[in-house]
Structures are given as C-alpha cells and as structure tokens.
C-alpha cells in the first residue's frame, strides 16, 4: 500500500511541472493559480459546511489559523516561487534540481527540530539523491544563459517555504481531517492567488481551450492527487521519506515532457533516474534506525 501511495504521489506531484507548462502558452502565472485555486476552493467549502461539517468539531480558532499558515507556505509561497522562476526563463528542470534539494535540508533539520535520528544509510541516500537530481538537470543549468542570476534564487525560497509548512505541519499537536487541511489550504491560496490577479489585472481568464485543459489537469492531479498525497505520505511514513520521494521529482518530470511533448529523454536522464531509484531504496531500508529520542515524539508525529 505505501508503495502504491508512493508512486501515485511521485506521478501526481510532477504533474504539475507538466500542468504549468500546458498553461503558460495561453496565460501568466498569477492567473493559471487564481484558476486553479478559486473553483477548488469554492468546491472544497461547501463539501466543507454540509457532508464534512462534523470534521470541524473540536477545532479551535488558531487550529485553523494554522493550517492557514501551513497553506501560505506550502501552497502559496512554494507554487509562486516556481511558477515565478520559470516565467523569468529558468527551466523546469533547473527548478526540479533546487526543489530536489529540499530533502537534504529537511533532514538536517530534523534533528534539531523534531528531536529525530537519521541513521547513517539514510544520509547515504538522502546525499546520493541529491547526486541523481543534479546528473538529470545539470544540462539545464548550462544552458541557462541570458536568465538574470537573482531569478535561480526564487526556486530556493520555495522549497524553504515548504520545508517551513512540513516542519510546522510535524510539530502540531491537533489531528486535522485532510479534509479540512486541504479546505483551508485551498481557500488561503484562492484569496491570495485572487487578489495578485486582480492587483496586477490578470484575473480574466483566456478563452483558449488549452487553458482549462491546463486548470483541470492541475486540479485533478496536482492539488487532490500531489499535495493530497503529500501530507497523507507525511503523517503515515514521516518527514524523511515523504522528502526523499522528492527526489523522483526531476527526472520523472523529465519522462513526462519526453512522452507529452517529445523533450529529449537521453542516457543522462536514465542514469540520474537510476541513481534516484537507488537512493529511495536505501532510505526506506535504513528505516529501523529511524528512531524517536522521546518516547513521547510518536504521539506528536501521529498527531500532526
């Protein structure tokens, strides 16, 4: 089952590479998110108020507050910063490779903050993927040229930002439905999303088919499919393996664009997915020495 759960979420999440590419011909960043995020929204609160409404009991103000919060950082803040990236010309794949790090950081973090031990073979794995993200998007990096050099650090403050609603997401100690999470997600990014549109009188969606082909994939898989199984992988396997994950990300986002839309697939692509694979395997079976120092830990993980 969590190998299933696994690859869905590793097809689901980089999808949405794939999702903003098929936009950004008929529309700016701003507005492909405003649609993305305003009917969801809309959907998710009323499911929210009628089928779901008894998921809300218990729930204080700051519950919410934070989850608010969690859905700033990793919703809001991490998408804009990619989408703002590519939009200056730094490519997916370039992208994908700073974003790969994130598991790197996350891990380092850990200790510190969620009082976790990460066993040496886990280090191996997490250090070995980040070699596999690097062989597939090193290309990309090269030819770079003409991007302004501050654009290659927008993608670094988004995966930040998602490393921050991970560890904000951990530490909680109320157990929130998924349902709720993603409503209030949803509809943090909705509001945030709407009024940059509007501010910067992009709001109007483009008649062009293409467009909501593009919303529909992003909705469908990217937010119910990706970000749905991203916390769901967080709270049944932990922070390091739902982050090693990530490191599937580029790679496979390159297997996307070869067969969608006949981007190159060569032997350096294969080798840094390979590479990729093995450091998944490695992580997963260095799990027995993943291991609380606080007997009370458990609890906090599980609740959060």
């Not at 519950?63 to 703002?84: H, K, N």
Request: hydrophobic share 55%; glycine share 10%.
């Amino acid at each position: 089952m969590n190998l299933l759960l696994s690859i869905a979420f590793v097809l689901c999440w980089s999808s949405g590479f794939i999702g903003a590419k098929l936009g950004a011909g008929s529309a700016s960043a701003v507005t492909i998110l405003m649609w993305r995020f305003l009917p969801l929204a809309v959907i998710l609160i009323a499911f929210a108020a009628t089928a779901a409404r008894t998921s809300w009991r218990g729930l204080a103000a700051r519950d919410v507050a934070r989850q608010a919060m969690i859905g700033v950082l990793s919703q809001s803040g991490y998408l804009l910063t990619v989408y703002y990236a590519i939009q200056l010309g730094v490519s997916s794949g370039t992208t994908a490779l700073i974003d790969g790090v994130q598991p790197l950081v996350a891990g380092a973090l850990a200790g510190p903050l969620l009082r976790h031990h990460v066993s040496r073979k886990q280090w191996l794995g997490l250090c070995l993927g980040v070699s596999g993200v690097a062989v597939v998007t090193m290309a990309d990096a090269a030819a770079g040229a003409g991007v302004v050099w501050w654009a290659y650090l927008i993608p670094f403050l988004g995966m930040f930002s998602l490393v921050a609603a991970t560890f904000l997401e951990s530490r909680s100690r109320t157990r929130v439905a998924p349902v709720v999470s993603m409503t209030v997600h949803c509809a943090t990014s909705a509001v945030i999303f709407t009024a940059l549109a509007v501010s910067a009188g992009a709001a109007t969606p483009p008649p062009e088919l293409s467009f909501w082909a593009a919303i529909t994939w992003l909705i469908a898989l990217s937010t119910f499919g990706g970000y749905g199984l991203y916390w769901l992988i967080l709270r049944r396997s932990g922070v390091t393996k739902v982050n090693t994950l990530m490191f599937l990300m580029a790679p496979v986002t390159a297997v996307w664009g070869a067969l969608m839309f006949g981007e190159p697939f060569g032997a350096q692509t294969a080798l840094g997915l390979a590479v990729c694979l093995a450091a998944v395997v490695i992580v997963y079976r260095g799990d027995t020495s993943f291991t609380k120092v606080r007997a009370g830990d458990k609890d906090l993980a599980e609740a959060g």
